[in-house]
Antibody, heavy 125, light 111 residues
Framework: QVQLVESGGGVVQPGGSLRLSCAAS????????FHWVRQAPGKGLEWVAFILFDGTNKYYADSVKGRFTISRDNSRNTLYLQMSSLRAEDTAVYYCAKEKYFDVLTKFYSPLDSWGQGTLVTVSS | SALTQPASVSGSPGQSITISCTGTNNDVGGYNYVSWYQQHPGKAPKLMIY???KRPSGVSNRFSGSKSGNTASLTISGLQAEDEADYYCSSYADSSTLPYVFGTGTKVTVL
């Protein structure tokens, strides 16, 4: 069955960097786009970034644009989120999520039908 | 900005409850791209409804979705103890700053 496993979270100082990974299995990885969604402690869900199935298009929330980079390695069935210039407000559980379908109208939006268990990123001195 | 949901909704077992999700013409009202997610404490979200009113396979038919104007709704009928969780709506948004928007979240309590 579909499985997404995030890793790479931890404690980092403000201004530091961290790379998250999301290992996928149980489906044809290169056929699907992926999103990163985060959730600050006790707060709601916040969309972070998206990458198209072939990696040619990427979108970011304004709150992370210029600091975070989403990428993928289709040969390794792995999604990444490179985070730099981290701030206290980036503290959250980060989830990777698989799109349910490719939408020809927006070429971006899709319901998220599979999620990883999340990895906690704590930005603190 | 985030879609507006009530902070909490409660009901007794067997009852029906409805959670609203209010947006604008640029998101909920403009597209049939509303989804609903259920999240139990410490767990990842789970897709319950997509494209306003479609149910993924394996999701109980006690869950249903609808939309009118700029407000989408999730109805849970025959409320059960395991339905107690947080629920989030989401929508595509015609926005360059935040094209994928979630709701503020609703805590459902089964009395």
């Amino acid at each position: 069955q579909v499985q997404l496993v995030e890793s790479g979270g931890g404690v980092v100082q403000p201004g530091g960097s961290l790379r998250l990974s999301c290992a996928a299995s149980g489906f044809t990885f290169y056929n699907f786009g992926f999103h990163w969604v985060r959730q600050a402690p006790g707060k709601g869900l916040e969309w972070v970034a998206f990458i198209l199935f072939d990696g040619t298009n990427k979108y970011y929330a304004d709150s992370v644009k210029g600091r975070f980079t989403i990428s993928r390695d289709n040969s390794r069935n792995t999604l990444y989120l490179q985070m730099s210039s981290l701030r206290a407000e980036d503290t959250a559980v980060y989830y990777c999520a698989k799109e349910k379908y490719f939408d020809v109208l927006t070429k971006f939006y899709s319901p998220l039908d599979s999620w990883g268990q999340g990895t906690l990123v704590t930005v603190s001195s | 900005s985030a879609l507006t949901q009530p902070a909490s909704v409660s009901g007794s077992p067997g009852q029906s409850i409805t959670i609203s999700c209010t947006g604008t013409n640029n998101d909920v009202g403009g597209y049939n791209y509303v989804s609903w997610y259920q999240q139990h404490p410490g767990k990842a979200p789970k897709l319950m409804i997509y494209d306003v009113n479609k149910r993924p396979s394996g999701v109980s038919n006690r869950f249903s979705g609808s939309k009118s104007g700029n407000t989408a709704s999730l109805t849970i009928s025959g409320l059960q103890a395991e339905d107690e969780a947080d629920y989030y709506c989401s929508s595509y948004a015609d926005s360059s700053t935040l094209p994928y928007v979630f709701g503020t979240g609703t805590k459902v309590t089964v009395l």
